[in-house]
C-alpha cells in the first residue's frame, strides 16, 4: 500500500498546514490587540476554542460512523469512527489543558467546577471508557458493535456542552459570553482562520490516522491466514 505521506496531496496539505499555522501565530502574537480585562491570556482562546470545536466535529465523526457500521457492517466505517474518536480525544484534552492554562489568572484559580468545564471533563472520560472497551475487546464484530453504539450514545454529551451555559444559572457560569460577530475585525477573522486551520489539522490527521488502520487491518489479516 502506498506510504501516506507519498501521496503528492498530503505533502500540499501539511505545506498549506504548516504555513497556516506560522500565520495564524504571527497574528496572535503581534496583530490581535490585547484585552483591556483578560490581557494575554485571552489569546489562549484563538487555540482553545478551535480545540473545542475539533473535538466536537471528531465526535460528530463517530457517531454517523458507528450509525453507517451498525448499517452496513463495512469495516472502513469502524477504522473511520475510531480514528475521530482518537483524534475528538486528543483535542479534547487540549480543551482540558488550555481552559486551565486561561483561568489561572482570570479566575485565580485553574479549575473551578463550572458548567462547560465539568462536562467536557465528563465528555473525555466517556471517550476514555470508549478506548477500555476497544482495547480489552478483542478485534472481532462483537467490539467493534459495542463501540459503534457506545459512540453514539457518547455525543449525546456533545450538545449538552455547547448549550450547558443557558441550562445553569448565569451565577454559575464564569465562561466569557461575548458573540464573536461583535469582536474587532482583527479578532474576528484571526478566531476564523485558526478555526480553519484546526478543521484541516483534524481532516489530514484523520486521513493519516484511517489510513495507519487499515495498515494495522490488512498486516492483521494475514497473519491470521498464515
Known amino acids: ?5 507519498s501521496r503528492q496531496s498530503s505533502k500540499v496539505t501539511a505545506g498549506i498546514l504548516a504555513v497556516f499555522w506560522v500565520v495564524v501565530l504571527y497574528l496572535v502574537l503581534n496583530v490581535t490587540r490585547i484585552d483591556p480585562d483578560q490581557q494575554m491570556a485571552q489569546k489562549i482562546f484563538y487555540y482553545h476554542v478551535p480545540s473545542a470545536w475539533v473535538a466536537g466535529l471528531g465526535y460528530l465523526v463517530v457517531m454517523f460512523a458507528g450509525v453507517l457500521y451498525l448499517i452496513m457492517k463495512d469495516e472502513k466505517w469502524d477504522h473511520l469512527g475510531l480514528a475521530a ?3 475528538g480525544t486528543l483535542f479534547c484534552a487540549l480543551v482540558l489543558i488550555t481552559g486551565p492554562i486561561w483561568a489561572k489568572p482570570i479566575w485565580g484559580a485553574p479549575w473551578s ?3 462547560r468545564l465539568t462536562t467536557v471533563l465528563i465528555m473525555f472520560l466517556i471517550y476514555i471508557g470508549y478506548f477500555m472497551v476497544r482495547n480489552f475487546g478483542d478485534e472481532g464484530e462483537r467490539t467493534r458493535r459495542i463501540s459503534a453504539v457506545l459512540g453514539i450514545a457518547a455525543f449525546l454529551n456533545v450538545p449538552i456542552i455547547y448549550v450547558s451555559v443557558k441550562f445553569w444559572a448565569a451565577d454559575a457560569q464564569l ?8 469582536q474587532s475585525p482583527d479578532v474576528f477573522w484571526t478566531f476564523m482562520l485558526s478555526l480553519l486551520v484546526f478543521t484541516l489539522l483534524f481532516v489530514h490527521l484523520l486521513r493519516f490516522r484511517v489510513h495507519i488502520l487499515k495498515l494495522r487491518s490488512k498486516v492483521l489479516g494475514m497473519r491470521y491466514d498464515v
Open 85 to 87: 474518536a482518537e483524534l
Open 1 to 5: 500500500m502506498e506510504s501516506f505521506h
Open 113 to 115: 467546577w463550572e458548567p
Open 175 to 182: 465562561h466569557p459570553q461575548p458573540a464573536m460577530s461583535q
